[in-house]
Nanobody, 121 residues
């Protein structure tokens, strides 16, 4: 099992910045992907950014150039640096970890509890 604990959400004014962190513990496999998703009221959960264990990352078009995902493999922690925040970035942000079991050739998904990010003046 894997446990994910997020921190860093809060209220920020438009144009401001926040940094989210997500620490993982438990059975973390050597091949894994980390990511951040978000869900706004009345909308489906959507991917924000993902990063492989080797550091390859990708972003949703809506956050490119404003958000940066990074990871510290030694601490099993992933970060999301958010800048130039907009009201439409308001959502619950969820940390994700995907473990790859080579023996079963299967991916296993784990989620954090979510942290609220509110962008408002």
């Amino acid at each position: 099992q894997v446990q994910l604990v997020e921190s860093g959400g809060g209220l920020v004014q438009p144009g401001g910045s926040l940094r989210l962190s997500c620490a993982a513990s438990g059975s973390i496999f050597s091949i894994n992907e980390r990511g951040w998703y978000r869900q706004a009221p009345g909308k489906q959960r959507e991917v924000v950014a993902r990063i492989s264990v080797g550091g390859t990352n990708n972003y949703a078009d809506s956050v490119k150039g404003r958000f940066t995902i990074s990871r510290d493999n030694a601490k099993n922690t992933v970060f999301l640096q958010m800048t130039s925040l907009k009201p439409e970035d308001t959502a619950v942000y969820y940390c994700n970890l995907r473990n790859y079991d080579g023996g079963r050739r299967s991916w296993y998904n784990y989620w954090g509890q979510g942290t609220q990010v509110t962008v408002s003046s």
